[in-house]
């Protein structure tokens, strides 16, 4: 009979370990990797996808999104709003966080000049001398699934509470969409003792997220 001497047995253990750690470490990898959902609407005019376990709100049925924050991150005349779960940072100062795309609509036939300009505000009086916008010195374009967007940002504030927007305009087939990534926050100060902030980790993870979100933002053909 054919027997294994103590240097085979020895060999056949270790390669016996390697495999199932590698396997271990596959499994391991596999299990990590998020569930995404994409997002079309009903025209197919764009397309984006979102980790599946981020609450959405579609034109029409925005109730569930309008949270109970003095400023909330969702506007009830964009297409489609995506949020950022409260529970992920329910123990700091942030409110509230989304990712949203709107149509913009003006009085005359929409043009790439049009969709980029930063018009004066309109208030129940008139408009105002503040504009929508204004246009990022330091990163004006953002290129966003081929197709550079106008980055612009802007700030709300009221009672101690803050609303800050990363917005991106982009033309397509006569159309002038825009794309925003809105964070309302609350100031630290207002409780005492003061809230907490985000940490770097927990920023860096946010960040991430919702730049994946916004690049992953497609024009149909």
């Known amino acids: 009979m ?12 270790v390669l016996s370990s390697i495999v199932l750690v ?10 990590s990797i998020p569930q995404t959902t994409t997002f ?14 981020f ?10 999104c309008l949270q109970s924050s003095m400023l909330p991150v969702c506007e009830v005349d964009a297409i489609v709003c995506v949020l950022y779960p409260e529970k992920r940072f329910e123990d700091t100062n942030i409110n509230g966080v989304s990712f ?34 204004y246009i990022s010195s330091e990163h004006p374009l953002e290129r966003i699934g081929g197709v550079r967007f106008l980055h612009g940002r802007t700030v709300d504030g009221a009672m101690s509470h803050s609303l800050g927007i990363d917005l991106y305009r982009g033309f397509h087939k006569q159309r002038c969409f825009e794309l925003r990534i809105s964070t309302s926050a609350t100031s630290p100060a207002v409780t005492d003792p003061p809230m907490r902030t985000l940490s770097p980790a927990r920023g860096k993870e946010l960040d991430k997220a919702m730049s994946e979100i916004l690049h992953s933002f497609r024009f149909s053909e």
């Open 22 to 31: 590698t396997l271990a470490a596959n499994g391991q990898g596999r299990a």
């Open 100 to 133: 949203q795309v709107r149509e913009i609509h003006r009085d005359s036939m929409m043009t790439p000049d049009i969709c980029a300009t930063p018009y004066p505000i309109v208030g129940p009086t008139g408009p105002w001398q503040y504009p929508e916008f």
């Open 55 to 64: 609450q959405i709100c579609t034109a029409g049925k925005f109730e569930p």
């Open 40 to 53: 079309t609407p009903p025209d197919s005019a764009f397309r984006f996808s979102y980790p599946s376990g």
């Open 2 to 13: 054919w027997r294994m001497n103590s240097g085979c047995l020895r060999t056949l253990a």
